[in-house]
């Protein structure tokens, strides 16, 4: 059983249903006792970091969902869900995030429109077990800010906009994708499948 | 580098597609969802459902349609037509959508722009401008109310007011060049996409692929859009895509059935 963690930002309904197509069991909950006891676990979230984080805490949810990705459990960050993976964030001030990675969230900051908007392409940079069977290919992306990771081997993927983007992190069972993996056609679904079936 | 969107969009009235489809293969060709994933098969990479339902009941079907959408589409999708307030807004992403589209709500109530930017995030409000220009003021103005009732906003003034207000991307259809199928209105199209930092959807006017190249070919926008041609199977997704990586753009490439 996957636990997408409902913390009131955004829409989960999408990845729900992209789970529910690929046939794997999901839950969608804010309930310490179900993430407890879930497989593996999905942090979506769109809109602020600091809204986002301030969500996780007065559900009590912040230090759970850290204790269980340190003792092993799978744990997929999507899009805002993966820049709260890391230290802190710029964004409409200065907030610590979830710090199970190492690095920081910042601004686009480029002579080309903001948000990151469309189907850009997927460049795959060091392998890692999950993804190793995939092709690369173009994926949706909606961001205005982005991960600069700390490590260099974290980054597992990155694209192209006027400069690398991170698009895919990972360290151990700790994944984010800044992409909408839901949203991003046969590649987009491969990618949740082998987070969903895959063994980290 | 990212690439340049096609994007299909299904006029909806009470949970049905009008504007007459003849999509051979289709065994609802009025089902707004059998088209939508239809065109998520055949290349699009997103899409726009225009709710142009005069009733209550109308708009009610339209969360059916968004919610099956959203349970089948594997792309991302905008829904436009007659969001009046941050409840629409909310019941319709609720449902699934990605994207809601304001017209006619966004100028005579801007404030809700701000609102919903706030709420979902900017990248989830789309800003729909209906743009005509008038030869003797040499100027585009904003039009509201399915292009019936014409406004004192300066369609480049507008345009940069918006993005202020948080709108995370445009959706610019020239009322001139709509359902002229002689090419995409490019002044207007360049005027706005230089105007503004957030990404443009170009839309009114494509009759053929080439339409299509020559708008991104010389002018910013970050997206198309066209209804009918696509509709009628006079231009098909791919088709277009593959004469945009001759020129030289960047396209999603996927194979189709």
Same mark, same amino acid.
């Given at each position: 059983? =996957?636990? +997408?963690?409902?913390?009131? $930002? ?13 046939? #794997? @069991? ?38 759970? =969902?850290?204790?269980?990705? +340190? ?34 969230? @910042? ?9 990151? $908007? ?19 290919? #173009? ?25 690398? =983007? ?8 700790? +994944? ?23 063994? +980290? | ?26 065994? %609802? ?5 059998? /088209? ?13 459902? /225009? ?40 019941? &319709? ?10 017209? !006619? ?19 989830? &409000? ?7 220009? %008038?030869?003797?003021?040499?100027? *585009? ?9 014409? !406004?004192? *906003?300066?369609?480049?003034? *507008? ?12 959706? /610019? ?70 004469? /945009? ?7 999603? *490439?996927?194979? !189709?059935?």
């Amino acid at each position: 059983m =996957i636990a +997408i963690i409902d913390y009131g $930002m955004g829409n989960l309904f999408s990845l729900s249903q992209a789970l529910q197509r690929l046939d #794997h @069991e999901y839950v969608i909950t804010d309930d310490m006792d179900t993430i407890q006891q879930a497989d593996k676990l999905i942090l979506p979230g769109v809109g602020a970091f600091g809204d986002a984080m301030e969500e996780l805490s007065k559900r009590k949810l912040t230090n759970l =969902i850290v204790e269980e990705a +340190i003792q092993g459990k799978p744990l997929l960050g999507i899009c805002l869900g993966m820049q709260l993976l890391f230290t802190s964030s710029d964004e409409h001030g200065y907030y610590s995030g979830l710090n199970l990675l190492s690095g920081q969230v @910042e601004k686009l900051n480029m002579d080309l429109p903001i948000p990151h $908007m469309g189907w850009n392409w997927l460049s795959f940079r060091h392998p890692h077990p999950l993804f190793r069977s995939l092709e690369e290919g #173009h994926v949706y992306f909606v961001h205005s800010y982005h991960v600069k990771a700390t490590n260099s081997e974290d980054v597992i993927a990155t694209t192209d906009y006027s400069e690398d =983007i991170t698009a895919i992190v990972a360290r151990k069972n700790v +994944i984010g994708m800044q992409f909408h993996p839901e949203k991003s056609g046969q590649l987009g679904m491969q990618l949740l499948h082998q987070f969903a079936e895959g063994r +980290i | 580098m990212i690439t340049k969107r096609i994007i299909p969009c299904l006029d909806v009235k009470d949970g049905r597609v009008v504007k007459g489809v003849s999509f051979v293969g289709l065994r %609802d060709a009025g089902d707004p969802v059998e /088209l939508a994933s239809l065109y998520d098969q055949t290349g699009a990479d997103e899409l726009v459902f /225009l709710d142009i339902s005069a009733s209550h009941e109308g708009r009610k079907t339209m969360i059916d349609v968004v919610r099956l959408a959203a349970s089948k589409l594997t792309i991302p999708f905008t829904v436009g037509g007659g969001i009046r307030s941050v409840e629409d807004m909310t019941k &319709i992403l609720r449902a699934g959508a990605d994207k809601v589209s304001l017209n !006619t709500a966004a100028v005579l109530n801007p404030e809700l722009i701000q609102e919903g930017a706030r709420r979902f995030g900017a990248q989830c &409000i789309v800003v729909a401008i209906d743009a005509k220009y %008038d030869a003797k003021e040499d100027i *585009w103005f904003v039009y509201t109310h399915g292009g019936r009732e014409r !406004t004192d *906003w300066n369609v480049l003034d *507008w345009a940069k007011h918006v993005v202020e207000l948080g709108a995370g991307e445009i959706l /610019l259809t020239s009322m001139d060049q709509d359902g002229q199928k002689n090419g995409f209105d490019l002044s207007l199209v360049r005027a706005v996409s230089d105007a503004v930092t957030v990404p443009v959807i170009a839309s009114g006017g494509a009759g053929s692929a080439e339409d299509f190249v020559e708008v991104f070919t010389k002018t910013k926008t970050s997206a198309a859009l066209a209804a009918s041609i696509f509709h009628y199977e006079e231009v098909d997704i791919m088709e277009v895509k593959a004469l /945009l990586r001759e020129r030289g753009e960047e396209v999603r *490439w996927i194979s !189709t059935r």
